[in-house]
């Protein structure tokens, strides 16, 4: 099972810009987690996932400003004190 979908891993890695099709993953067998398990990992995984939305909002953000205040800093428009 795993080299089987290592070779699929690989097979994309030797062909730039290829995907991996239906036909590829036929006849790799899947393993499905215990219900247990996939409600513990998605208790620990959430917050992560949550935060990581978060931090994404926020660079974007900050991305914008710095690419604001940066236009206006060399355009004159912002004066910076050197005190």
Known sequence: MFCDLLQVIL???QRPGCT???EDMQGIALICPLAPFVERATKYFEP???ELGELTKQIKIL???RD???SR???GQI???ND
Do not use: A, G, Q
């Open 73 to 75: 800093l060399l355009s």
């Open 20 to 22: 991996v099709t239906k």
């Open 48 to 50: 992560i996932h949550s």
């Open 11 to 13: 097979l994309t890695e």
């Open 79 to 81: 004066v910076m004190n």
């Open 63 to 65: 991305r914008l400003t």
């Open 68 to 70: 604001l205040l940066m």
